[in-house]
């Protein structure tokens, strides 16, 4: 029998196909939303588009009957501004936001279907709510999953040689373009190497996340190892568990190091 030898194609990661999104994509959402600005509805809508560019998280767009038009005004249009756009400050009497949305005064092409429709500035809005709940950082992407699953896998930490964790008993989560996570308890981290920290950050799909420096030697790494203390009701089995940065740790599964991934977070 003869033998072929062929070259085996590289299958690239997750977080690397999410990355290789190109393109704009359009669809309508069936979830309610609602966003506040200086303590008042600046806009509440059944008619919301999700519009999808190239390696960005998606955007709510809102057709304009939907929104309070009377709270924004329209800024006079710049030589640095892209061709169309239109920019808009908060016309509330309060706080003053220079660019709280922006939309298009002639849409063309892909973005056509976003004529009527305008879309705020995430960080510029106060609160956002998809139905009645709070929602952060972006809009929830419904082709993004989570999954947390409980395992056996021996997993161990080290950093600079030190073994910082060491289980039998983590929590696995599978995010939709990330590498997998491995959430520990508490009791098999040596928690006289952590020291809590201020930072808060906020992921739409898990909830707010605490943080914890590592200190190996006379080496600090900060904010090195989070939790999630009260996740969102979709995902409680790594509430109060830790994890580290895989990109940035030596990961054993089952006694093999891990590859260091490539993420965003790298």
């Excluded at 809102?62 to 239109?86: C, H, I, N, W, Y």
């Excluded at 909830?207 to 790494?221: F, H, I, N, P, T």
């Amino acid at each position: 029998m003869s033998q072929s030898h062929t070259t085996a194609a590289r299958i690239p990661t997750a977080s690397e196909r999410a990355r290789l999104k190109d393109g704009v994509h359009i669809e309508i959402s069936p979830r309610r939303v609602r966003a506040y600005f200086g303590n008042k509805l600046l806009v509440d809508s059944e008619k919301v588009l999700l519009v999808y560019e190239t390696r960005r998280p998606p955007v709510y767009w809102f057709p304009t009957a939907d929104v309070r038009m009377d709270l924004l005004a329209l800024k006079e249009p710049t030589a640095a501004s892209d061709s169309g756009t239109q920019r808009w400050r908060s016309h509330t009497g309060g706080r003053v936001e220079e660019n709280l949305a922006w939309s298009y005064a002639r849409p063309t092409g892909d973005l056509a279907p976003l004529e009527g429709h305008i879309a705020f500035y995430w960080n510029a809005v106060d609160r956002w709510f998809e139905e009645d709940e709070e929602v952060f950082v972006h809009p929830r992407d419904p082709y993004t999953r989570v999954d947390t699953v409980h395992s056996s896998r021996h997993v161990r930490v080290e950093v600079g040689g030190q073994v910082v964790a060491e289980s039998k008993r983590p929590v696995l989560l599978y995010e939709t373009g990330l590498p997998t996570r491995y959430y520990i308890p508490k009791l098999d981290v040596r928690m006289d190497l952590l020291e809590a920290t201020d930072t808060v950050t906020h992921c739409p799909y898990k909830g707010a996340a605490s943080y914890w420096s590592l200190r190996v030697g006379d080496k600090a790494y900060q904010d090195f190892v989070w939790s999630y203390p009260r996740p969102i009701p979709e995902i409680p089995k790594i509430e109060n568990l830790l994890c580290f940065y895989n990109e940035r740790v030596d990961l054993y599964v089952d006694g093999v190091l891990q590859d260091r991934p490539v993420s965003p977070f790298s």
